[in-house]
């Protein structure tokens, strides 16, 4: 069982639509961290977000982490083709001190 | 010069051989970590070395021996590997271990590109 699901695993969707990518666990986190990762490249942190209820938005990507500090989601909008690859939620345990991935969502956003 | 280089980007052994993979950073990192990636799990942490001391060994098989001679150089010494053991092996890079975020410090994790390796 992971400590960390992401939902969906893969989404595959045309350019220009809206999506949504969960992040959830049973545990809570001091902070969690969105991380992309392209074909044939190592993952590249988005954005970490460290408060209950913490919104942030980077372009057309939008991050939410939840009250309870148990979930995060990534909202994308718009979506274009160099959006496509694998979205990964990481995060710390509260006071465990213990770093933990994500299952991960692979994004296809087609042309 | 990019910050996490890993060297060699693919390799493909017999069972029986001994192979390394290195990584370099040149950020100034304290931290350094080890990870495996294969299409049916996430990213599985291996090895965690903080100050050039190991600080996590994930029930890694001994076929698997980590080395880091100073901060900025990680090894990855394989013998005797299994074809499950077939995956994208990544190093990363932290400025400390798991250092938690606050403030401007994001806690982030710099990846390297990976090593393709494949055990036939």
């Known amino acids: 069982t992971q400590l960390l699901e992401q939902s969906p695993q893969f989404l595959s969707i045309q350019e220009g639509e809206n999506l949504t990518v969960y992040c959830n666990s049973s545990?809570?986190?001091?902070?969690l961290q969105w991380y992309r990762q392209e074909p044939g490249e190592g993952p590249v942190l988005l954005v970490t977000?460290?408060?209950?209820?913490e919104v942030k938005k980077l372009k057309r990507l939008t991050f939410q982490f939840g009250d309870a500090r148990k979930d995060s989601s990534l909202h994308i909008t718009a979506a274009q083709p160099g959006d496509t690859g694998l979205y990964l939620c990481?995060?710390?345990?509260?006071?465990?001190?213990?770093?933990?991935f994500g299952s991960g969502t692979k994004l296809n956003v087609k042309p | 010069e990019t910050g996490v280089t890993q060297t060699p980007r693919h390799l493909v052994m017999g069972m029986t051989n001994k192979k390394s993979l290195k990584c370099e950073q040149h950020?100034?990192?304290?931290?350094m970590y080890w990870y495996k990636q294969s299409a049916k799990k996430p990213l599985e942490l291996m090895f965690v070395?903080?100050?050039?001391?190991?600080?996590e060994n994930n029930s890694v098989p001994s076929r698997f021996s980590p080395e880091c001679p100073n901060s900025s150089h990680l090894f990855l010494h394989l013998h005797t590997l299994q074809p499950e053991d077939s995956a994208l092996y990544l190093c990363?890079?932290?400025?400390?271990?798991?250092?938690?975020?606050?403030?401007?410090?994001?806690?982030?994790?710099?990846f390297g590109e990976g090593s393709r390796l494949t055990v036939l």
């Open positions: 990481a995060g710390v345990v509260y006071n465990f001190n213990k770093f933990y």
């Open positions: 950020l100034g990192h304290n931290a």
């Open positions: 977000v460290v408060t209950g209820g």
């Open positions: 070395y903080n100050f050039k001391e190991q600080t």
């Open positions: 990363a890079s932290s400025q400390d271990r798991y250092r938690l975020a606050g403030g401007d410090d994001t806690g982030e994790l710099f």
């Open positions: 545990s809570v986190f001091s902070s």
